[in-house]
């Protein structure tokens, strides 16, 4: 490991010290505008990471040379950005200072991550700043109701989705630090499905422990409660990095969608979103006995799953429970305040959910809608022991009697359209609904 990644460390937890400056959360009350942001995630059932990404930052060469102004505010790179179109050009420091962001609002990773974990910090979330060796930087925000640590890309536009880079974006991770006030921490097995692909790529391994070893020994100082606290934690935490390595499997992750394609193509962080085989999720009945229910809330990305009438078991995002899919993902359109899942790109798409039951199924209602422009065609069918039927869900809750008698079945949705253009993945829509709206257009009832 080179001594600039050793420096890094060092860089990044005088960094965050920033975010704790009496004067930057003044400025972040001041500038923010946080009514318009909590308004817009109460209206959208998202969190206040995706809307910054809508409402807050923007998206942004060749190296030109910094002026003293632009080395006060800590940016000690410029790049010059031209239109490949009309040829104009525009300047583009890099700004490090979380207080100089505030005003620019504008940037890449390094900018977007630096200056939401800061405005999170500022509001009181206790987040901290995920450094990737691989040159990608992010957040994660302390959930008290998940107890846990949740990933959050605000540039990306990714909330709890930790896997997307290594599935999605094809890279080969290394190290992934975190820093806060309180504390460094090792957090790169959170990241990664394949520990054992990792590990040799962390050279210099027992240096970079040591060098986080003493920073935490160091550089923090805490009262008894807060280190035993911090200690219980970190140890829960580590616990649950080592123990879930398969949470991910079956799914598809898209590849980067921020920058301009060339540029993304020359990093290799495109990915695919390429046919996904069959043997990701199953949506199992479990131990009910009478009845059992799941439904899926496109709003808030989630599903609702109820076994003998009790309480609801909520499971996100949508793709954790998807048995197989090629090239769809969710979309949510701001600007118009509705969200549905669509084809990723103009080609053909399919998804597929499979539930196995511990009983034989008395009776079945499903109910899967589904939303069509110009051209667009969607297509439902039903599995049965390898026969496969047509049918149409669309205009009302359909009893499927061929279920009766039956424990497993699946249902898949093929969407397509015969246009080429860019825009025509909009032409096919499953579970159109209004952003603020708890509605569950998907539904499956099932008796035993």
Same mark, same amino acid.
């Given at each position: ?43 959208s059932g998202a969190t206040n990471g995706l809307t910054f990404h809508e409402y807050f930052m923007k998206e942004s060469g060749e190296p030109l040379q910094p002026t003293p102004e632009d ?108 820093? $806060?006030? %309180?504390?460094?921490?090792?957090? *790169?097995? =959170? /990241? ?9 790529? #962390? ?5 970079v422990q040591n060098k986080i070893a003493n920073c935490n020994r160091l550089n923090f100082r805490h009262s008894p409660d807060k280190q035993h606290f911090l200690t219980k934690r970190l ?49 199992? $009945?479990? %131990?009910?006995?009478?009845?059992? *229910?799941? =439904? /899926? ?9 109820? #076994? ?81 039927? $047509? ?58």
């Amino acid at each position: 490991m080179s001594a600039g990644f050793i420096h890094s460390i060092d860089a990044n937890r005088v960094h965050v010290l920033e975010y704790e400056k009496r004067e930057f959360r003044d400025k972040v009350l001041r500038v923010v505008p946080l009514k318009r942001l909590n308004d817009a995630a109460l209206n959208s059932g998202a969190t206040n990471g995706l809307t910054f990404h809508e409402y807050f930052m923007k998206e942004s060469g060749e190296p030109l040379q910094p002026t003293p102004e632009d080395l006060s505010a800590g940016a000690t790179r410029v790049e010059n950005h031209q239109c490949t179109i009309c040829g104009a050009s525009q300047r583009f420091p890099r700004y490090n200072s979380p207080s100089k962001l505030l005003e620019t609002r504008e940037g890449r990773c390094g900018e977007w991550a630096n200056c939401f974990t800061g405005i999170c910090r500022a509001l009181g979330y206790d987040a901290r700043y995920i450094y990737d060796a691989t040159d990608h930087v992010w957040t994660e925000i302390f959930s008290p109701h998940l107890d846990r640590w949740v990933h959050v890309d605000s540039c990306e536009n990714a909330w709890d989705r930790p896997l997307m880079y290594e599935q999605g974006w094809k890279k080969q991770l290394s190290y992934v630090i975190a820093f $806060s006030k %309180d504390e460094v921490v090792d957090v *790169s097995y =959170r /990241y990664t499905l394949n520990p054992s692909e990792i590990k040799p790529r #962390r050279v210099e391994e027992t240096a970079v422990q040591n060098k986080i070893a003493n920073c935490n020994r160091l550089n923090f100082r805490h009262s008894p409660d807060k280190q035993h606290f911090l200690t219980k934690r970190l140890a829960k935490e580590m616990t649950a990095m080592l123990l879930k390595h398969n949470l991910g499997s079956g799914k598809v992750y898209a590849g980067r969608e921020s920058g301009s394609l060339d540029w993304r193509q020359s990093r290799g962080e495109g990915g695919t979103m390429s046919h996904q085989e069959e043997g990701g999720a199953v949506i199992k $009945s479990g %131990d009910a006995t009478h009845s059992f *229910s799941v =439904r /899926y809330c496109p709003a808030g990305d989630k599903y609702l799953i109820s #076994r003998d009438g009790g309480p609801d078991q909520v499971l996100a995002p949508f793709d954790s429970l998807v048995f197989k899919n090629e090239n769809v993902v969710r979309k949510a359109e701001y600007d118009w305040n509705m969200v549905y899942l669509a084809r990723a790109n103009s080609s053909k798409s399919s998804i597929k959910w499979r539930v196995e039951c511990s009983k034989p199924i008395k009776s079945a209602l499903i109910t899967m809608l589904h939303t069509t422009y110009h051209e667009g065609q969607v297509s439902w069918s039903c599995d049965l022991d390898g026969e496969t039927s $047509s049918f149409q869900p669309q205009f009302s809750d359909i009893d499927l009697s061929k279920l009766e008698g039956c424990c497993t079945f699946s249902i898949t949705a093929k969407m397509s359209s015969p246009g080429t253009q860019e825009n025509c993945w909009q032409h096919t829509q499953l579970f159109r609904t209004d952003l603020g709206r708890e509605e569950t257009p998907f539904q499956i009832d099932l008796t035993f």
